[in-house]
């Protein structure tokens, strides 16, 4: 983990730099070593205002907290930071869950997850990616939704032969448009 502390229109003093070490070391336990954070300390008349900058190889986010007191806004952006690390942190958890049990279902059922989907063409600042030939299921589309990093798959119905439209609802539930 490394820390740059700057300070602008103040000194920046061991006890406030032991301080702000002491906040940020709960971010090297969250996303782990590979991190940097810029910690940026300023006083302008009776605000002091602490902006902190956290970047990783995946990831960058800032908090920035204000008050009449240097110490209280050094906590209101490691709170604000932590929040949104911990959000973000969920989020990956959440989507390997889902992939994991994506792939239990599609090892109970023979699918194979495996099977090489043709890379996605840019055009004109829109992605063009080609769509499954074969009409399916709504049963394989449910499989195919499960392993799939997008909300919504679009296919043929083999029993009506319409497009159908499979989507994931905010509930977590399935919905189904028939057109």
């Known amino acids: 983990m490394n820390v740059e502390i700057t300070g602008r229109h103040v000194v920046i003093t061991p006890a406030i730099r032991s301080y702000v070490l002491k906040r940020l070391r709960k971010f090297g336990r969250i996303l782990g070593d590979g991190i940097s954070l810029h910690v940026i300390v300023d006083v302008e008349k009776q605000r002091h205002t602490a902006e902190i900058l956290l970047k990783s190889k995946f990831l960058a986010l800032a908090g920035k907290g204000q008050t009449d007191d240097m ?3 050094i906590i209101r ?27 239990s279902v599609a090892e109970k059922s023979g699918v194979d997850l495996r ?46 032969g319409s497009v159908n439209v499979l989507y ?9 448009i028939q057109a």
Do not use: W
């Open 115 to 160: 099977a090489a989907a043709p890379a996605p063409r840019r055009g004109n600042g829109i992605v063009l990616e080609e769509a499954r030939k074969k009409p399916m299921a709504v049963e394989e589309a449910v499989l195919e939704l499960g392993h799939s990093e997008h909300p919504f798959v679009v296919f043929r119905n083999v029993d009506s």
């Open 71 to 73: 110490y209280s806004s």
């Open 168 to 176: 994931k609802r905010k509930d977590g539930s399935l919905g189904l």
């Open 77 to 103: 952006a490691v709170e604000k930071l932590e929040k949104q690390t911990l959000k973000h942190k969920c989020k990956i958890i959440e989507n390997k869950r889902q992939r994991a049990k994506a792939k």
